[in-house]
């Protein structure tokens, strides 16, 4: 019998849906994903496989892998536990980050090993009210000095550990299409030669990955062409899926021996019970959920397009049988959204 992975599940609660927070979070929390980021992104990473990587990632985390059933073998693809996603610093206010967690650059041995603090953020759109590399800087800034009485104490500056923050951006506009750029810390002598390791002084990136679907052809095999097809609304699930296994190596499904079968089905019996007795009550929640978002996507894209607002609020109108006063409310409401 085959189970399909965490990720594979994910996807399919996802749906269209992909590219909203509450979903985007988890799918990009997944250590199979994660892996891909990481290789395509951080120079110390490109030599290794998205296998190797994963077990660098949260080495020491057990929470996140235990087995989904009794003798079920470790996956790749568990989700995260994460650092914790708020950052509170008296006098400074709070930070809410999307995703943070830490990873380890293999060395020779122990002491070799290499430490990064990592934060991933999900932008749905490449345009918004600051710019996202100033946004990237001030994050890191956070996470580097929130290392003080953690990662070291008094003077201990040489343990400072790197940080990135790696902003993924969806929906770029065509002229800039799929790109991606970092910005670092550099060394420039000005007068004669100062000698510093580039350690030292290299401890803070800001990484911009942006996407655009409809630009993805000559992207396969790519970290883009991987995130297009992840993070698509457009493409069919099987479709993506099956993409996904074969351009990309992702894991979607694995073996079960037959007494773990046995137990899995067991457990999927009771769970499916337990689903059908609330499936009244959540099928009209659901309705009204399905409504929102379909209402915030024809409001989001249409401001993209620069479309009027008196003409998007009669669109809303006549395809969500919505009066005038609610079309509008709806605006207001979904304006702002990232």
Not at 8 to 34: C, F, N, P
Not at 41 to 57: A, D, R
Not at 106 to 117: A, Y
Not at 146 to 166: A, C, G, M, T, W
């Given at each position: ?39 395509g ?23 996140a ?77 956070r996470?580097?000095s ?21 902003f993924?951006?969806?929906?770029a ?41 409809k630009?993805k ?20 699930r ?101």
């Open positions: 019998m085959k189970r399909k992975t965490w990720i594979s599940r994910e996807l399919d609660t996802a749906g269209i849906m992909v590219q909203y927070d509450e979903h985007v979070k988890r799918i990009l929390g997944s250590r199979q994903v994660l892996a891909r980021i990481l290789k992104t951080i120079e110390g990473y490109h030599s290794y496989s998205p296998e190797e990587i994963t077990l660098w990632i949260e080495p020491d985390i057990e929470i892998s235990v087995p989904l059933c009794p003798g079920e073998e470790k996956m790749d693809d568990r989700l995260i536990n994460g650092e914790n996603t708020e950052s509170k610093v008296p006098g400074e206010g709070t930070i809410t980050y999307d995703i943070r967690f830490r990873a380890f650059l293999p060395g020779k041995n122990k002491k070799t090993e290499i430490k990064l603090l990592i934060n991933v953020e999900a932008q749905k759109k490449f345009y918004v009210k600051y710019r996202i590399v100033t946004r990237g800087i001030f994050y890191g800034a996470m580097l929130e290392q003080l009485d953690r990662e070291f104490s008094n003077s201990e500056y040489d343990k400072l550990k790197k940080v990135y923050s790696i993924i951006c969806m929906n506009p065509m002229h800039i299409g799929n790109a991606m750029a970092e910005y670092r810390i550099t060394k420039e002598d000005i007068i004669g030669n100062i000698p510093e390791p580039r350690k030292s002084y290299d401890k803070l990136s800001v990484i911009i990955i942006c996407l655009n679907e630009l052809k000559g992207t396969e095999g790519t970290l883009h062409g991987f995130l297009n097809t992840l993070l698509s609304p457009e493409m069919d099987k479709e993506k899926e099956e993409s996904l296994v074969r351009d990309y190596g992702m894991k979607m499904e694995y073996e079960l021996g037959e007494e773990l079968s046995e137990m899995c089905n067991l457990s999927e019996a009771i769970e499916e019970k337990a689903m059908k007795r609330g499936k009244i009550q959540g099928l009209n929640e659901g309705i009204q959920q399905g409504i929102q978002q379909g209402i915030q996507i024809l409001i989001e894209d249409n401001l993209e397009e620069k479309i009027p607002e008196d003409r998007i609020i009669e669109k809303l109108q006549k395809k969500f049988k919505l009066n005038k006063e609610e079309a509008v409310k709806y605006l207001e409401k979904f304006r702002g959204d990232k």
